[in-house]
């Protein structure tokens, strides 16, 4: 089992999020906690460009064995390369995994619990467990695009009279993705085809990207 938990140092929605302090620690710390509660340390790889990260990640005991190569520290640098990255390492030292878990530091309430749970529907036939949350915006019933004369139409065509009609429709929410690493291998994430749902609810599905996501974190902190 390989947990990749990937951080990089130049945030612009919030600046310098990963290592913000959010009820008393750093964010990162969050998803690090919930991850030892179920793997160990040789098990999870922080994956960062920055120093300061890796510094910060270390002084709370947790080992951070490289930083990212200069092609995977740019803006451009995707998620699949640094995974591919982490892998390769992991590889090269002479560990090979079939399991990739990916934790992003910016989902702070989702706890080893749900880890636990969506990793019980990984089985080898599938690409990928996805964490999801049931989408508030229902492409069948309030979402609109607009048609070539600049009318609004329905973003998918259903003759549905109340949202509760409508098909349910799963919004992908970044905390937990259980990969296939033989599938990562052979092409992206979002080209995988054999994939499901590990739903969660909302509280547990806040991801922090924005200002105001960060204040919302901080209320729900409080209010625990």
Do not use: C
């Amino acid at each position: 089992m390989l947990v990749v938990i990937p951080a990089r140092g130049g945030s612009k929605g919030v600046p310098g999020k990963n290592i913000k302090l959010l009820g008393g620690k750093p964010l990162i710390q969050h998803t690090i906690e919930a991850a030892r509660q179920l793997f160990t340390d040789d098990e999870i790889i922080v994956s960062t460009d920055s120093e300061e990260i890796r510094q910060t990640v270390i002084d709370h005991g947790l080992q951070v064995p490289f930083l990212r190569p200069q092609n995977l520290a740019t803006d451009q640098a995707g998620t699949y390369e640094v995974l591919l990255h982490a892998v390769a390492f992991m590889e090269k030292k002479g560990v090979k995994n079939d399991i990739l878990i990916l934790l992003q530091p910016t989902s702070p309430f989702r706890n080893a619990s749900q880890i636990k749970e969506a990793l019980a529907l990984y089985t080898p036939e599938l690409d990928m467990i996805v964490s999801v949350k049931e989408a508030r915006a229902n492409p069948y019933y309030v979402l609109k695009e607009e048609n070539g004369e600049g009318f609004l139409k329905p973003s998918k065509e259903g003759n549905f009279k109340t949202r509760q009609e409508a098909p349910k429709v799963w919004e992908l929410n970044g905390a937990i993705y259980i990969i296939n690493i033989n599938s990562l291998k052979a092409k992206p994430l979002n080209e995988f085809k054999k994939v499901k749902k590990f739903v969660m609810d909302e509280i547990s599905s806040h991801d922090i990207d924005i200002p105001f996501d960060w204040k919302m974190a901080e209320l729900l902190i409080r209010e625990r």
